[in-house]
């Protein structure tokens, strides 16, 4: 239930207000009557004095399995009079407060005509972070044009089930690249841990909703779409940004950024404009850079262009399955099951003895292990889940925290050699044909090969081959995933069940890059340059990339409204 009806036809002389009310702990089986009990319980109201409400957040606590619990977080509407007269009690009533307001604020008054005195901004990837920095300048009247190197979303889609299907790769449209992002082919989370004290993350789900997206992403405390809802939804926001007057041009890859150097002494300059692969030339002094953390081309683009970059920390390892119905019983028990609780999840983490920390990382329940690359003769594995998450296996990331001083040192872009080393490595282990190198965990565990599948069967396509896991990754990751998994098991039982089965590699959990910026959100040493998103080092995921557009699309508005 969303928004309850009034509960009282009683007149009253007072305008409606609203309160949020926090930590409504109830069973999973309670009823709606349960609910208003539970209000007017904490409120110490009587029924006459409850009008409406709405659940605004909702999550459980299955600490103790045989009795998970449903808590609340709702909004409840009173008369202005009886909400004076709680709040003035408010210590005598805890987790009661005013419902604070979420609507989203434009930082500067839209326009109502583009001024034909400036340049138009220019978006440059059409990922989650690209799209609503486009929205939201489309949003103001600032017209952005939109510039992605791989094809729209449907296209996309069928180029990508090409390559699980027949292997036939497409480098410019495929898991990484095109509409929508590498979070199209995910599990679509819409959760993230960016302090958000501007409710932007609000922001993105409403405009999701708006889209096509169920609205409980608004109330869930852990959304989720899945792909094929992204889809259409990705259709929508596209064409209301068009709408708008906004242009979004697909198979439109960057060959180079123009840039003038106003200072050589420290290489200080100012970004003008874009040349295509195409040929053409487009001219702009604010250009977003929203291209993902596999666009190792561009990354290299800007480098030689003078763009500062600089290595950072990502994680890499193998995807692991096991059957969702384990992880379900393991997590809730005799309450597995439960329409209310849907698929279980995990989230892992252990500090091994050799210094590493070994975590789960984009658990996918009910979901599918899928090839991921973008390069020819390299493989990369990545998880997705459909809305219904119904799939058998559970499938997450299990992945060590790498550093680039300890790891790959030596020049900014050396993380994505070693990515590439150990994607290249994982290609001839699969048989050069884009099958994965897979083993059982138990064989894992006890340093023999895999020779043949036991009761998990795997997901990933075009398909796996059997061996030695531990030829595909450095020894350090191997020791520490070794020693982790037996842990995890404590805390998730069964984890390290023999026939549970990984997958290699994976080494796309972020960008091994940061193209840095500044207070204003441009490049510390190329003005006009908006680096945004994951490929730039400023999220991790469908949410914090989206808040990321938004805040650089705010800096955009802000600083071409004040005349640069």
């Known amino acids: 239930m969303l928004i309850s009806p009034p509960l009282s036809t009683a007149p009253t002389t007072c305008i409606p207000s609203m309160l949020r009310l926090s930590e409504i702990k109830l069973p999973l089986d309670h009823s709606d009557d349960d609910l208003i009990t539970a209000i007017r319980e904490r409120l110490k109201i009587s029924a006459d004095k409850l009008h409406s409400f709405k659940v605004f957040k909702r999550s459980h606590d299955a600490r103790k399995k045989n009795r998970i619990l449903l808590i609340y977080q709702l909004d409840v509407v009173l008369d202005k009079e009886t909400e004076a007269a709680l709040l003035a009690q408010t210590p005598a009533l805890p987790r009661v407060g005013p419902s604070p307001d979420t609507n989203y604020k434009f930082v500067t008054a839209p326009v109502a005509q583009f001024p034909e005195s400036k340049q138009r901004p220019i978006i440059v990837g059409f990922g989650p972070c690209g799209i609503l920095a486009a929205l939201v300048l489309a949003q103001m009247g600032l017209k952005p044009i939109v510039l992605e190197r791989g094809q729209e979303v449907r296209q996309r889609t069928k180029q990508t089930w090409g390559f699980w299907r027949k292997r036939e790769l497409n480098t410019e449209s495929n898991v990484q690249f095109g509409e929508g992002g590498a979070g199209t082919f995910s599990d679509g989370k819409l959760w993230s841990q960016v302090k958000d004290r501007r409710h932007l993350g609000r922001k993105v789900l409403e405009e999701f909703v708006i889209a096509g997206a169920p609205e409980e992403i608004l109330v869930n405390s852990r959304p989720h779409i899945g792909t094929f809802k992204l889809v259409s939804m990705v259709e929508n926001m596209r064409a209301e940004i068009i709408r708008l007057g906004g242009e979004i041009r697909f198979e439109q890859k960057v060959e180079s950024i123009l840039r003038e150097t106003d200072n050589e002494a420290d290489d200080q300059g100012q970004i003008t404009g874009l040349l295509l692969a195409s040929g053409e030339t487009l001219h702009s002094r604010h250009i977003v850079m929203a291209i993902g953390h596999s666009a190792r081309d561009s990354f290299q683009m800007l480098l030689d262009r003078g763009v500062y970059i600089e290595p950072k920390p990502f994680s890499i390892g193998f995807r692991i399955e096991h059957p969702q119905s384990a992880i379900d019983r393991a997590r809730f028990g005799p309450q597995a099951g439960h329409p209310a609780l849907g698929a279980a999840e995990y989230k892992l983490v252990h500090h091994c003895k050799n210094g590493r920390t070994v975590y789960s990382f984009c658990m996918c329940p009910g979901g599918t292990v899928v090839a991921a690359t973008s390069e020819q003769g390299r493989v990369v594995t990545n998880g997705m889940s459909q809305y219904s998450r119904n799939e058998r296996n559970a499938n997450a990331a299990i992945v060590v925290g790498i550093d680039p001083e300890t790891d790959f040192p030596g020049h900014p872009l050396a993380g994505i050699d070693l990515q590439r080393q150990l994607e290249s490595l994982a290609y001839q282990l699969g048989g050069e044909n884009y099958n994965a190198p897979a083993q059982l965990v138990g064989d894992f565990l006890n340093n023999r090969a895999s020779t043949e599948l036991g009761a998990v069967q795997p997901s990933y396509q075009p398909g796996i081959t059997l061996g030695d896991l531990s030829k595909a990754m450095p020894d350090f990751v191997v020791a520490a995933i070794r020693e982790a998994i037996p ?31 500044d207070a204003s959100y441009q490049s510390i040493n190329t003005r006009g340059l908006f680096p945004a998103g994951e490929g730039a080092g400023y999220a991790g995921g469908i949410l914090s990339a989206g808040i990321d557009g938004i805040k650089v699309a705010e800096a955009v508005a802000l600083d071409l409204l004040q005349g640069r």
Do not use: H, L
């Open 487 to 517: 842990e995890f098991d404590k805390q998730v039982q069964g984890y390290a069940m023999a026939d549970a089965i990984m997958t290699g590699v994976e080494t796309r959990t972020s960008a091994p890059v940061s193209i840095k910026r």
